[in-house]
Structure formats: C-alpha cells, structure tokens
C-alpha cells in the first residue's frame, strides 16, 4: 500500500489467452497511528473519600476511531479491554487511604493499535478538610493597585503547610501556614483577579483544594465629556444643566467633583448618567467655566473635564425678599432662602425646601471655593413647604462674610437633590 493513513484501494485486471479482460478492486483504510487523549479524576480534584472514581476520557482517532480501553492501576495494561467510554467508574483494588492512587489508561482504535498510558492521580483519604477562607484587601470589590494585602482566616487545624498562587499561574512549591501575606501581586491586567489556596497535612496528603478569593483590578480612570445646557453659549440661567458623557470599562463611574475654581471641592456627589443641575457659586456675568472630575468604583480619577457658557444678566429676573404668601406647595427638587439678599446681622435667614416623601433631609451651606460653612438635617414633609433657619453663623459659631454662597439640598444617602443660591450683604 501507498505510504500515508487514509482509505487505500487496491486495482486488479484479469486477462485470459482470447484477450478477455475482468476488472474487480477492493478497499481498506490504512491506520498506523495510535489514539491519543486526556484522562481527569473526580473532575480535576485532588482528594477523595470515595474509593469509585469518576473517570472523564477526552480521546481521538482520526483513521479507523477508538474502540477500546485498558484501565489499569499500575504501569502495564491489564488483561481486560472494554469497549470505550467517555465517562466510565472505576473502583480502586488498592484502597489503602492516605496515599495517593494513580490511575492509567491505553486506548486502543479499530485498527488495533495502542496508545501509550493516559495518567492522572487523586488522593485517597479518609481525614476531611476545611479550605479557610481568602480575604483580599480587607473584602472590598474593587482595588486600583496591583499589589494588595491577603487574610487567611480560619485555617484547618490538620493544615501543616500551604500554597497560594494567582488563577492562571502554576501551583508553587508548598510554603509554611500563615494567616497573612502582605504585599501580594496580582499580576498585571484589568479585570477579575482570583486567588487560590491549597492546604497539605502532615502526612503530605492534599486536604483541601478550590478556596478562592477574587477582586476586581481596575487601574484605568474614567473617561468622558463634559456639556453645557446642551452646548448653549450663552445663559441668563446661572442654575445650569451639566450632561455628562462618562464610562468606564471594569468598576464603572461612581461619583462626580464639580468645581468652578479648577481645583477639586470637597464635595464628591454620586454620579448621575443623566442631567445634573449645578447653580453657580459666583453669580456675575461673564463666561464661566466649569470643571468636572469623574471617579471609579476603584477609586481611580480621571483629569479635570472643563465646559463653559457666558452668563449674561438678565434684569427681569428679581428675587423676592419675602415668600409669597399664596404659595401652598413646592416642586419637591427645589430650595431657595429668603430674604435674598440676606443680612444675618439684622435677623435669621429661612431656607425653605421640597420633598419628594416624608423622612429626613440635609441642608448644606458652601462657600465659592467649596468648603462647607454650616450644614443641618431637617424632618421633610412631601408636597409643602419644609423650613428650616440659619443664624448667620458657620459651624464654629463664627459669622459669615458677605458674598455668594451655594445651598445644598440632599438626601440621607448624599444624593444631591436641589441647588439654591443665597447672598450675603450685611452692613
């Protein structure tokens, strides 16, 4: 036959003295290469308890296909060879416990020929375990650095020895028990991080496998745009509509630092993927420009984003000094003080406020540079005007300087809710 595995056909042409000729031929597939495969135990594990092991076979035979299978616990085959089954139980004869048991399988095709032993090796035991537990960075979600902390809790008392690799890696060699592996790398590369432990007893038999602990690494900032009232130029408004265009590929956008000055505020608001109103802390006109910083789940900050509009004075818009007494209701997002301007000096300043549902509220004061003066919570009542009074004086008892300052309406979470603007003219 012609060199090669495959189908062969073989031609033949009789002929007889009177010049008669027949034709007949015949096939056959060549096959001179062995099965090849992958043995697993128990699905990977590395003990058991249960002497009935459950083989999983992976194996191929391109030319003529498995057809038998010679399982055996020593290193030459046995005398039994069954048909082939991807998933077949085998019993151990040896079922000495404590150490461990190797198992070996030829595989043999149609055209008889046999692969060499597909080996794998579990242990036989008969002392349980228990795995402990792996807490990275003190159990938070998400971490922006590579290097992190490792708390081993509740380790087997059996436990004489462990090892810890990352998922992906090797395991390393077996290393001595401890409750704590400071400065541990993850490896580089966003995403999910997870970290396995593995813990031997004395007798160098495996008593535990498959603890786990994973976290998110995310060392990418946030990305986005920032616009203004829908990119207007101009605005008589100086309550502002901020639209955000924001994303982040693995912890995603958590808070927003809103500034007029180019630097930071103090303040971190949550994240909003729609609009956010934002009232300027310095009211006169002329362009301004605002400054807007995106923060990650991870803790990771993005450069400053800057926007502006031109603020021009409209003279038709006049704040009362006084509420008017027809109003019975309020928007539940809105809060504005009164009198307005205000002077501390000559009396209390009432800030007045909506809400959406009873329950609690806070009422903040800032300055133009974003440091809170004076702040208090209120009980909030839905649907009517909420007041509460301010006396002028900052949280140290201090009074205040005249100038712009910006009020601050949240909820108990820290959700901003409204944004007023209060001036300041005492004498």
Known sequence: LSAGDGPKTVHVWYRDAAGN????????????????????????????????????LSASDAASGVASMNISESA???????????????????????????????????????????????????????GGEIIIEGGTPYTNSQTVNLTINNIDPLASAMRVW???????????????????????????????????????????????????????????????????????????????????????????????????STEWLDYDEDSQGYTLLDATPGEKTIHVQLRDKAGNINSLLPASITLVEDKSDTESAAVPEAVQTLPARKIYAYPNPAQPRKGDVTIVFGAAKDGPMNVYLYNVLGEKVW???????????????????????????????????????????????????DD
């Open 375 to 425: 702040s208090t919570t209120a009980y909030a009542q839905a649907g009517v005007p909420n007041k509460t009074v301010w006396n002028g004086r900052d949280a140290y008892g201090g009074e205040v300087g005249n100038g712009v300052y910006l009020l601050l309406l949240t909820s108990p979470q820290k959700k901003v809710l409204a944004r007023g603007r209060l001036t300041i003219l």
């Open 166 to 264: 990352n998922e992906g890696d090797g395991r390393p060699s077996w290393d001595s028990i401890s409750g704590s592996l400071p400065g541990w790398d993850l490896g580089s590369g966003d995403g999910v991080k997870t970290v396995r432990i593995e813990f031997q007893n004395s007798f160098g038999n495996v008593i535990w496998s498959g603890t786990f602990g994973s976290i998110i690494l995310d060392t990418t900032a946030p990305s986005g745009t920032l616009v203004i009232n829908g990119g207007e130029s101009l605005t008589k408004n100086s309550t502002l509509r901020l639209t955000f265009s924001a994303s982040d590929a693995t912890s995603g956008v958590a808070s927003v630092n809103i500034s007029e000055t180019g630097e930071p």
């Open 21 to 56: 000729e027949t034709y007949v031929k015949d096939d056959i597939n060549l096959d001179t290469t062995a099965p090849s495969g992958t043995l697993v135990i128990n699905g990977g594990e590395s003990l058991t308890k249960n002497p009935t092991l459950q083989l999983a």
């Open 76 to 130: 030459v085959p046995g005398a039994d060879w069954l048909p082939y089954a991807a998933n077949p139980e085998y019993t151990l004869s040896n079922q000495i416990q404590n150490q461990e048991k190797t198992i070996y399988v030829w595989l043999k095709d149609l055209a008889g020929n046999v692969s060499g032993p597909l080996t794998a090796s579990i242990v036989l035991t008969d002392i349980g375990g228990s």
